[in-house]
């Protein structure tokens, strides 16, 4: 997972990220915890990235400062003055982040096999690249920024299958079997490319991937900045002078040739500019100290021709208040797995629901909806959704009014539909409109009533005994590891119940 999008120009518009730490003022704002690691407590590698980025050419550096929220503990920052609205909160060299994009391009790490190099995905690079790094220590040129990093996330993915299980929800427990699959793979991976080189253990190698996934920018690359084609035009036009003056021929010739390199350079990088697919993803330091708030429109961005990464305010900010960015549209699912947060009544949020054919079928049959249709009736129905391959789908509820997919809709349709209403219509498609107000009204009033059976029979506890629960969590020491995964639990999972219960809102509102 990407933060977010980043846009690339002169003067750009914002890219917006989200992060560990960043993100969960809010949360914890709305009940959410943070791990132990951000409990509150002297941070004096916060000091030194400052001074380091401030020595580096990043700037203003004395408008703002890194510390701790006494009442949250997370790490955040903080105006020393107030700043007005589009003004420059911090500006970062390039040159200070790590970098890759979509591009093909040479291996840095010299040990590392190219082959295995061009396979990665961009945070496989950019871990790979994060952990070059660490590997030089003290010699590190980034080495304050190494220093200021998390020392752990607290994700799902360090918890053991007793612990996934209290998050009752089985699409992110399958996701988080994937990510481990995957990951540890990658790493057995990555010690054979590395050769004779002494790899990291699995653990190190982990967390630079979370670290990675968890704090990347991404946004267009435009080919090559300001200063790189500055010196290619440079080196050129030197070239052409020598090649006048050392008589190797005219100087028509000369410019005829200057004006070709020119073109190649600029076509390519108009070229690569208009590719959707180019894409750079970046950890910039400092810019990913910034916490995330919904409300706000500032976010990081890319100045072209100051070769700069830089983060403008939208909106005034007064003197020792957190300055913020929006991270993105994020789900729960995302968050959790990644950051190992949740955003209570989050509006990105979905539940996806397993086996929902047969979950329907099954209210159809019993219970207030039973519409007594026949058995042939049913069968007709069920066949219909066999033949369109709809035989138990998996479907995703959000939020909202129009909280299903336009294929949701069809099946529910064909769910609830009569004889007359079937006949004629062999196809899922010919399901895509409403077919009448009676069908629409009994579709809609289905689902409602499979996700309170959902609520109600499939899930093992209630929102109100999640929350119960929860109350008596909370007044613990939340550095207690096992309370602190239950309290991340149960805020997951009641923040899903609440979508199945936000949903049957909308519908009966």
Partial sequence: MVRSVMVMRARPRGMRRGMVAEARREARAQGATTSGRYSSRVRQADSDLLQWAKEKGAQPMDNFTLREDEATGVRGVYTKRALE??????????????????????????????????????????????????????ASTRKFYLDALPEAI??????????????????IVEEIAKQRELWHGLYDRYCSACGSASPPSREVFVHAIECVRSRTFSGPYEGSNWETRIKQYGLVLVLAVLYVLGGFGEAYQAFNGVVAVFLTIL??????????????????????????????ESDPSYEYFRNTFTLTLSKRVEENEEVCINYGKRGNDELMQYYGFVVPGNKYDSYTMSNFVDKAAGALKSGDFADGAS???????????????????????????RGLTDRTLQTLRVLVSTEEELSGRAALLDFNSKVSDANEERALKLMCEVCENELAECLPTT??????????LSNMKKDLGDVEVKIQALEFRIAKKRVLEKYIGFQQG
Wanted: charged residues 30%; glycine residues 4%; contains cysteine.
């Fill in 85 to 138: 609205a589009e003004s420059i909160v911090c500006e970062v060299p390039r040159k200070l982040a790590l970098e890759v994009t979509t591009t093909k391009s040479k291996c840095p790490i010299d040990e590392m096999d190219q082959e295995f190099w061009n396979k990665l995905d961009w945070w496989g690079k950019l871990a790979c690249l994060l952990l070059d790094e660490v590997k030089m220590g003290n």
């Fill in 154 to 171: 607290p994700t799902p993915l360090h918890w053991s299958q007793e612990q996934l299980s209290m998050l009752q929800y089985e699409p």
């Fill in 267 to 296: 076509f390519r990088d108009l070229l690569v500019q208009r590719n959707p697919r180019s894409i750079r993803y970046v950890l910039c330091p400092v810019l990913d100290m910034f916490n995330h708030r919904s409300d706000v």
């Fill in 375 to 401: 058995e042939a009736l049913m069968s007709k129905r069920r066949n219909m959704l066999g033949a369109n391959d709809v035989s138990g789908d998996k479907v995703v509820i959000r939020p909202k009014k």
């Fill in 463 to 472: 929102v109100g005994e999640d929350e119960k629960m929860l109350a008596n």
